[in-house]
DNA sequence: ATCGAACCTCCAAT
DNA sequence: AATTGGAGGTTCG
């Protein structure tokens, strides 16, 4: 009887796992064990409990199996290559944005920060809860539908919820999901849990469709706009040249970027920068976004 | 077409 | 201790 699978990722590239796992684009991730240079994460990753450890040039990984869905090693790393991106190519990134100063710095600072690439589902719903909220709220949100009504799992070291699929939440409607805090944002929610489970939209289709197409797709569900869609499609549907443009990016773009006359808003400034930054905009994005956030305020 | 205001809830700052 | 302001956005008027 196997208690836990272990596994030992090297690196070939920069990754820091610190950084990628708290950078905003994933929300349940939480570090159980704190040490001074390696602490141990523990998340959920397509519905199966792992816990992540960086030592070095080394990414530690261990799984949980359940009796009803048991996991291979081989398994397990593709699973995790694939959501932590373990393979992009980094380095060309550096070196293609070398005569950037602003993202030079913050590759200095962030060296190895990862897209992750996340479950469609999941995604959608969590950057639909990120509308006029804040990281602490989101988080609270799913933690709390996944509580509600996401399936309950027995692993070799306990139970625990993972995150619901469309028709259970629709299960709940907007009522319930109102009674979990959503608030406005229940009714889209239970919209968009509405037409998935309904088989209306194929999320799972959209992944590497041509941009246009994913895009049109998700902003036809109501609470979806232009950033909550290039979040989605950027961190769960391989849209690496999706940009969102939030708060501190239309901040980053205006100080560093774009001439001050121009006076564009969101969507024009997303298509200036996937003009200019091309299939980088995603990754351009993320560096952008983490150093304007963490070390500029307001 | 464009531009604010309103939207739920929760928590931190008066 | 009660009140106000605001948060990674979108929709509606």
């Not at 699973?79 to 710095?105: M, V, W």
């Not at 509308?131 to 609270?140: Q, S, V």
């Not at 993972?162 to 319930?176: H, N, Q, R, T």
């Not at 919209?191 to 902003?219: D, F, M, R, T």
Request: proline share 4%.
């Amino acid at each position: 009887m196997a208690t836990e699978l272990r596994l030992n990722l090297p690196l070939e590239q920069p990754y820091n796992l610190a950084e990628t796992l708290y950078s905003g684009q994933a929300f349940r991730w939480s570090t159980i064990q704190s040490l001074e240079e390696e602490s141990i994460y523990e998340g959920i990753i397509y519905g199966r409990r792992i816990t992540l450890c960086q030592e070095k040039k080394n990414i530690l990984v261990t799984a949980y199996p359940t009796r009803e869905n048991p996991l291979s090693e081989s398994e397990l790393r593709g699973l995790i290559n694939s959501y932590l991106r373990i393979n992009d190519d980094l380095e060309g990134f550096y070196k293609r944005t070398a005569s950037d100063e602003y993202l030079q710095s913050s590759i200095k600072t962030y060296r190895g920060l990862h897209l992750l690439k996340q479950e469609p589902w999941e995604c959608l719903v969590a950057f639909i809860c990120s509308a006029n909220n804040n990281i602490p709220r989101i988080r609270l949100l799913m933690d709390r539908i996944s509580a509600a009504c996401g399936p309950v799992i027995n692993d070799t070291k306990g139970l625990y919820n993972s995150f619901p699929d469309a028709k259970s939440i629709a299960l709940l409607g907007e009522s319930g999901l109102r009674d979990l805090g959503l608030g406005f944002r229940a009714k889209y929610v239970n919209h968009a849990a509405q037409i998935v489970s309904q088989q209306q939209l194929n999320l799972k289709k959209l992944i590497g469709s041509p941009y246009l197409e994913a895009y049109e797709s998700l902003i036809s569900i109501r609470g979806v706009g232009d950033k909550v869609a290039n979040c989605v499609m950027l961190f769960s549907l391989d849209q690496d040249n999706s940009f969102p443009v939030d708060v501190w990016i239309r901040r980053v773009l205006r100080e560093e970027y774009v001439p001050k006359e121009e006076t564009v808003r969101d969507v024009g400034l997303r298509e200036w920068a996937q003009k200019k930054f091309g299939m980088d905009s995603g990754y351009v994005n993320q560096y952008l976004f983490q150093k304007r956030r963490l070390e500029t305020n307001v």
